[in-house]
């Protein structure tokens, strides 16, 4: 198996920790995204769409990583993705839950606009309409994820670990970058911990731990937006 990742994209962090953490063989090769190598000759022909991560096997790609997750669960036998009816449909609803609300209001809206050059060049009016959105609506999502996903158990569908930890941490983990404060979500900051604490935690985010130290935008800023959306 061969995976395409860049260290600096969220979801392909999700495959490489839990696939360092299940002990899986596999060859790497890292896409710069920064550096245009997804709009290298001949990478249209791994993912027409350009992106990362991409999951090799034989003659088979995979793109999208909450698929990718599911496939190597699968592959592997791996109890992380549960075979149960109900218990699978819950894992596959929590990773729907990420992909949509969650990922457009505080992935997008809230921490991108402050890191990447297609949002940070936008007209100023503009990009503090979206950080205004993602700041109300991201509370919302984190409330839910907080006092109801993770309340009272250890893990997003229980107390056992399951591929939708892997593929939410990363995403909410992306709250680093504009050092967004945890704080008033407790159980969100536990689970956090329990998934930093992982043995492929640290070999697939240290990199994207590393930019975040050296180019974290003004913590003084994100405070007052918070501030602002109580």
């Known amino acids: ?16 920790c839990f696939m360092l953490d299940e002990g899986m063989t596999f060859e790497e090769q890292v896409i710069d995204l920064m550096s245009g190598d997804h709009f290298g000759e001949g990478y249209d022909a791994v993912n027409p769409n ?9 003659e088979f790609h995979l793109t999208e990583s909450a698929a990718i997750l599911k496939y190597l669960a699968d ?23 990420f992909n949509t609300g969650f990922l457009f209001n505080f992935v997008y809206c809230l921490v991108y606009t402050s890191i990447l050059p297609d949002f940070t060049s ?4 503009s990009r503090a309409d979206i950080e205004h959105m993602g700041a ?3 509370r919302k999502y984190l409330d839910v994820l907080d006092r109801h996903m993770l309340a009272g158990h250890d893990y997003l569908c229980g107390d056992e670990i399951t591929i939708a930890d892997y593929h939410g941490a990363a995403l909410a983990n992306m709250g680093t970058a504009v050092d ?19 043995p492929g935690w640290e070999p697939s985010f240290a990199a994207f731990n590393g930019f975040v130290a050296a180019m974290r935008m003004e913590p003084e800023r994100m405070k007052a937006l918070l501030a602002t959306h109580p």
């Open 1 to 16: 198996m061969k995976l395409y990742h860049d260290p600096f994209s969220a979801p392909a962090r999700a495959v490489r």
């Open 50 to 58: 350009r992106q990362v991560p991409v999951l090799v096997d034989g």
């Open 75 to 97: 592959k592997f036998h791996s109890s992380a993705y549960p075979q149960g009816l109900r218990a699978r449909a819950r894992v596959n609803e929590t990773m729907d839950w």
């Open 122 to 125: 936008m007209n100023a009016i």
């Open 136 to 138: 109300v609506k991201s």
């Open 180 to 198: 967004f404060d945890f704080t008033r979500y407790p159980n969100v900051t536990a689970w956090l911990a329990r998934m930093s604490d992982r």
